[in-house]
């Protein structure tokens, strides 16, 4: 029973770094630090053995999620007083959250020692059956693609909700730097072909449609930073039909679905066709949903009387 | 015994993040501290899932994880457009300490 020495210093350093990033004054450095701790969390994926766990943590949860904060802190920066701590509550807090750890490390030291096998036997036994080779997107697209209708249904009603808040749009006044703007002449066709790559990927490899979709996000949300005119005036009649067309395809071909066998149930010969449709059209509209997420999120009010650009 | 470790280190980390939500009164410490719980307990989820050992790590739980990631994306999003409306409608940042409630 050794433990590599890689693994310690991963976990020691994530622990270290939430301590940094939670507890520090500058909301500024805690973003970054923050960007640092998911691609952290990326390798310790990998070293889980989760590739596409690892994919999605470095795109999603380092990428989009840091650029949705720094964007946030940007446009609320004068009001906020990043130093502050409810100093009457810190030591009786500190005393409950030792108590609590110590209680959550016991059982999660009694629970990992327990040799457990999991539902991999029965995954890889019925993985022909799906349509494709990878376990992971058979999981998620055919075996539990209940799951991801109602995750693509989620998002989509996590847009309207943002635009139901009060419409916002994205900042135009600041012109881009020469270095994002040249960064961004070289990385977007890469982004996209990328993007694409992952998603054709996804049925034999680490990859999928919510890799795929986060970064056409991300490539978005670049695009928006370096000439936000151009893609604001290109999204405008879309966007509706952008951020549909996901759930509408899933939803139709699981409709569809039932004229042969149960709602969602693939057919056979189709599968790897179909989940392939349905991860495209997720793709898009996984991005389409980031890129509002952002502007929502970062952008300007809305001119009182319903002004729009 | 990457296992044990890898949840130890989840459990910590979520720890750390409670007491960060509790103890901070600004609102964005707040949604960096709850995001940052959300990846301790895939952490703890994921490192529970490799007991299984081998190559291929159980994939259901690998897609659960994935699953939840988007979705604490979508959260993360919708709570940040809430401290900005906050901040456009009132000026401020953080909730009242007061028990009249509003934003003092």
């Not at chain 1, 380092?62 to 650029?67: D, H, I, L, S, Y």
């Not at chain 1, 807090?93 to 029965?122: F, R």
């Not at chain 1, 509209?285 to 319903?306: D, R």
């Not at chain 2, 739980?61 to 979508?74: F, K, R």
């Amino acid at each position: 029973m050794s433990i590599e020495l890689f693994d310690l210093f991963l976990a020691t350093s994530l622990v270290g770094l939430s301590l940094l990033l939670l507890l520090g004054a500058d909301f500024f450095r805690s973003v970054v630090l923050f960007i640092v701790f998911g691609l952290l969390m990326a390798l310790a994926w990998a070293r889980l053995n989760a590739p596409d766990l690892a994919l999605a943590e470095a795109i999603v949860g380092a990428g989009v999620t840091g650029a949705l904060l720094m964007g946030t802190w940007h446009r609320t920066k004068s009001t906020f007083r990043g130093g502050e701590w409810n100093s009457r509550i810190v030591i009786p807090h500190i005393i409950l959250t030792l108590i609590v750890a110590a209680l959550l490390v016991w059982g999660v030291v009694e629970l990992a020692s327990e040799p457990v096998a999991g539902l991999k036997g029965e995954v890889l036994e019925r993985l022909a059956e799906s349509g494709v080779s990878s376990p992971v997107t058979a999981v998620l697209l055919n075996f539990r693609g209940y799951d991801t209708l109602l995750e693509l249904g989620v998002l989509l009603l996590v847009v309207v909700a943002v635009q139901y808040a009060g419409a916002n749009r994205p900042d135009v006044t600041t012109p881009p730097g020469a270095a994002l703007t040249a960064f961004m002449a070289i990385i977007s066709p890469l982004l996209v072909l990328v993007s694409g790559y992952l998603l054709w990927r996804g049925s034999h490899a680490p990859g999928g449609a919510f890799q795929a979709g986060a970064m056409l996000g991300a490539a978005g949300i670049l695009a928006l930073l370096v000439s936000p005119s151009n893609l604001v005036g290109w999204f405008e009649g879309r966007l509706r039909s952008l951020l549909v067309v996901g759930p509408l395809l899933f939803l139709s071909v699981a409709i569809a679905a039932v004229a042969g066998g149960n709602f969602l149930q693939f057919p056979l010969h189709w599968a790897g066709g179909l989940i392939l449709l349905v991860e495209a059209g997720a793709t898009i509209s996984i991005a389409a949903a980031l890129v509002v997420l952002f502007i929502g999120s970062s952008g300007k009010p809305e001119l009182k009387g319903g002004a729009k650009e | 015994m990457t296992a044990p470790l890898y949840g130890i280190a989840g459990v910590l980390i979520f720890c750390v993040s409670l007491f960060a939500l509790a103890v901070r009164p600004q609102l964005l410490h707040k949604v960096l501290a709850l995001n940052v719980g959300g990846s301790g307990i895939f952490l703890v989820y994921i490192a529970l899932a490799s007991r299984g050992g081998g190559e291929v790590l159980d994939p259901v739980p690998q897609a659960m994880v994935i699953t939840g990631i988007v979705i604490a994306v979508s959260t993360t999003a919708l709570a940040l457009v809430l401290v900005l409306k906050l901040e456009q409608l009132f000026g401020v940042t953080r909730l009242s300490d007061t028990d009249k409630g509003g934003t003092e």
